[in-house]
């Protein structure tokens, strides 16, 4: 089974516009945390934003944010007043296991493809 | 800051052929290092993974090796390279003493394999 389920290939949004990209997850550690990436045309992979499973509040940073739905195991990436320069791959990943134990390894979605529409 | 550099960024090789890619990363002491391989249109697959000089895990049983030699140097090999090595490849660093964990990715190398 797939730990990491982007359900969208493709998605496309209207400058300044909200888009919300999904992520489901599958695992049975109590500690994980869980990441999204951006890769550009340029091949570049971009942090954008962490949660950790114990974090009681959703992660914000700048115009991102997570929805995190620890019941459902969801972690959807939230832009806000989308921009051209958001286009891109976005993915997102997972860490199994607490800091400082043995598992040190991401593991990624196939990644959902942003297009933004001026 | 923390910066981390790939070479090269863009490689052709014939099938058959050796392979070296080098990473290095500056401004940080003993992290944690990581070969990923992408496909054209897929997600990242981890290939190797290293705590510390020396010391490298292999995910994927494949033609490709990894070494480190220095803390902060991390080369992927080949002695003779497949079609299913071309692929764009990713290395990234990590610190378990930083809470995310978060792991920072290189600008990639771009492999075809002919």
């Known amino acids: 089974a797939q730990k990491i389920t982007q359900t969208q290939p493709g998605m496309f949004v209207q400058e300044k516009e909200a888009v919300t990209l999904d992520c489901t997850y599958d695992?049975?550690?109590?500690?994980?945390?869980l990441f999204w990436y951006k890769q550009p045309s340029s091949g570049e992979m971009i942090f954008l934003i962490y949660q950790g499973s114990y974090d009681q509040q959703n992660a914000t940073e700048g115009r991102y944010s997570l929805n995190f739905q620890k019941a459902r195991k969801s972690a959807n990436l939230v832009i806000s007043a989308s921009q051209l320069g958001d286009s891109a791959m976005y993915f997102c990943a997972m860490r199994e296991g607490s800091s400082g134990g043995s598992n040190y390894k991401l593991t990624f979605g196939k990644g959902t493809l942003l297009t933004v529409n001026p | 800051s923390q910066t981390i550099h790939q070479w090269p960024a863009t490689l052709v090789q014939p099938v058959g052929s050796p392979l070296s890619l080098e990473c290095t990363v500056e401004?940080?002491?003993?992290?944690?290092l990581y070969w990923y391989r992408q496909a054209a249109g897929r997600g990242l697959q981890l290939l190797f993974y290293?705590?510390?000089?020396?010391?490298i895990s292999s995910e994927v049983p494949q033609n490709l090796s990894a070494s480190r030699p220095q803390d902060r140097q991390f080369i992927l090999s080949s002695k003779k390279l497949l079609l299913s090595d071309s692929g764009f490849y990713l290395c990234?660093?990590?610190?378990?003493?930083?809470?995310?964990?978060?792991?920072?990715f290189g600008p990639g190398t771009r492999l075809t394999v002919l």
């Open positions: 290293s705590v510390g000089i020396g010391q």
């Open positions: 990234a660093w990590g610190r378990l003493a930083v809470s995310t964990d978060t792991q920072y």
């Open positions: 695992t049975s550690d109590p500690s994980y945390g």
């Open positions: 401004g940080t002491s003993n992290p944690n």
